[in-house]
DNA sequence: CCATAGACAGACAGGTTTGTCTGCTAGCGA
DNA sequence: TCGCTAGCAGACAAACCTGTCTGTCTATGG
């Protein structure tokens, strides 16, 4: 208990790492009911035991697991806005570029919180994750319209989370760019409608 | 076979109507896979054989149950377009009054369609039927811009969708009458911005 | 009065799921 | 060399899920 203990909060072993790796990506493909955790042990090449070790219960990886989705779309998103440039009206458009380039990944199955709270019952740690990483966009949405400088910016930021909100759940359907083109350029719309002059 | 079999194809026996009812119920509160069959049976009353009888098949149950949602929602969206009246644009606002009647139900739990869809991979009927639905409505929408007479009806009938599949897709993490609100406004806006002169 | 349809009750089979437990092996620092 | 950590392999228990089957009860129409 000496060089390792510092490490030991940021739980990044590789055999951890390979296990939450196959984990998330069958959870977002198939659905978090639809995979069992022998299906992950043996997909991931590991013992039952060191599974366990690491993770408890399955609901433990299913929490890691989104944590990890979290971590990825919220990257994307920021990204996209950063990409827009350094106006906060542009980077409201800008974030909604995000949606076309997931949407023509395949296997793209549109947001793996929506679909995660479609299984979860309210109250379980599941749908508080989900309502707490809507929030956060949500709120990272506000305050770009606040700097933006827009007459009602809690008004537009739920607007356009709508929007987004809405191609996700239609991306889990068919992942149709056409979707991701409409909200892009409708969230456009409302930018620059809500833009003060 | 004199009588009943004109009402055979309706397929309206009293002992099938409560085993879909309450099987309805369940999967929209609960999710499909959360709930299995020997729940229904205890919850309806009902024998496993008279169960299986009027269902061969779980997933028939399910196909079932996705029929009744699709004609309640629908059905519901008509009637909030038809109380504002006979202007093609003002229904297409008003049909959003279903979705602030719909999340102030308790039990809402947003799109059952859009649930369902996040356990169904693609391919399966259950999946199938969610894009089925969701292609009727936006045609029906679309039918709504047309008639409104706006320029791209494609695009505004795809716009007010995605903020419907919004609307909803956030209920089913909670039930904000707000998120409603905002949704129907924007929508006013669109649909006026779009409106020709 | 009795034959038949439809429903009830519940045992049963076979598969899957989560989670535990026992043993074995390989590396690594003392 | 010893002991500790981390991982592998796989048996096992207990619950649960879908679907089948046997047998009983009751109402209704001929």
């Given at each position: 208990m000496k060089s390792q203990e510092v490490s030991m909060s940021a739980t990044a072993?590789?055999?951890?790492?390979?296990?939450?790796?196959?984990?998330?990506?069958l959870f977002y493909a198939r659905g978090l009911r639809a995979v069992g955790v022998d299906t992950i042990i043996a997909e991931s090449g590991?013992?039952?035991?060191?599974?366990?070790?690491?993770?408890?219960?399955?609901?433990?990886?299913?929490?890691?697991?989104?944590?990890?989705?979290?971590?990825?779309?919220?990257?994307?998103?920021?990204?996209a806005a950063q990409a827009a440039g350094p106006n906060p009206a542009?980077?409201?458009?800008?974030?909604?570029?995000?949606?076309?380039?997931?949407?023509?990944?395949?296997?793209?199955?549109?947001?793996?919180?929506?679909?995660?709270?479609?299984?979860?019952?309210?109250?379980?740690?599941?749908?508080?994750?989900?309502?707490?990483?809507?929030?956060?966009?949500?709120?990272?949405?506000?305050?770009?319209?606040?700097?933006?400088?827009?007459?009602d910016p809690a008004r537009l930021a739920r607007s356009l989370s709508l929007l987004l909100d809405g191609a996700l759940a239609s991306g889990a359907l068919d992942a149709d760019p056409e979707a991701a083109a409409v909200a892009s350029s409708t969230a456009a719309q409302l930018v620059a409608a809500a833009l003060p002059h």
């Open positions: 072993s590789p055999t951890r790492q390979r296990i939450l790796e196959t984990a998330t990506a590991v013992a039952k035991a060191t599974f366990y070790k690491h993770f408890p219960a399955k609901d433990e990886l299913i929490i890691a697991h989104l944590d990890i989705v979290d971590k990825v779309w919220s990257g994307q998103l920021h990204d542009d980077q409201l458009v800008g974030l909604f570029d995000a949606l076309d380039t997931a949407c023509r990944r395949n296997g793209y199955r549109g947001c793996g919180f929506i679909n995660a709270a479609a299984e979860a019952p309210a109250g379980t740690p599941v749908h508080d994750r989900t309502v707490a990483h809507k929030r956060a966009v949500l709120s990272w949405m506000t305050d770009l319209a606040h700097e933006a400088g827009v007459e």
